[in-house]
C-alpha cells in the first residue's frame, strides 16, 4: 500500500493561489497576534483573534477537503483503489478530534 508522503496532488493554477492566498492571510492573522501579546493586548481580544484563526483554518481545511472528494478521491474509486476509503476514514476521525 502507498504511503500517503509518496503520493502527490495535482493542482490547478487557481487552486493553488485561492489555498496559498488564504494561508498567507491566516499567517497575517497570527502575527497580528504575536503583536497583541508583544503589546499586552487583553486577554480576551487576543482569544477572540486566535478564535478568528481556528476559524478561518477549519474552512481551508473544509476546502481542501472538499476538493481532495472531488478530485483525488473519484479518480481513486474509478480506478478501484478502494483502500482510498479507509484513508478517507482515517481523516474524518482525525477531523473529529
Known amino acids: 500500500m502507498e504511503n500517503c508522503c509518496n503520493k ?3 493542482r ?16 497575517g492573522q497570527i502575527n497580528g497576534i504575536i503583536k497583541m501579546v508583544n503589546e ?4 480576551n481580544d487576543v ?8 476559524n478561518s483554518i477549519k474552512s481551508l481545511s473544509t476546502h481542501v477537503l472538499e476538493n481532495h ?10 480506478n478501484g483503489k478502494f483502500e482510498t476509503i479507509d484513508e478517507l476514514i482515517s481523516l ?5 478530534k
Request: positive net charge; proline residues 0%.
Open 47 to 54: 482569544l477572540i483573534q486566535l478564535s478568528a484563526v481556528e
Open 92 to 96: 474524518f476521525k482525525r477531523f473529529n
Open 8 to 10: 502527490k496532488t495535482k
Open 40 to 43: 499586552d493586548a487583553y486577554c
Open 69 to 78: 472528494l472531488y478530485t483525488c478521491v473519484a479518480r481513486d474509486l474509478e
Open 12 to 27: 490547478s493554477q487557481d487552486e493553488k493561489k485561492l489555498v496559498i492566498n488564504r494561508l498567507n492571510r491566516i499567517g
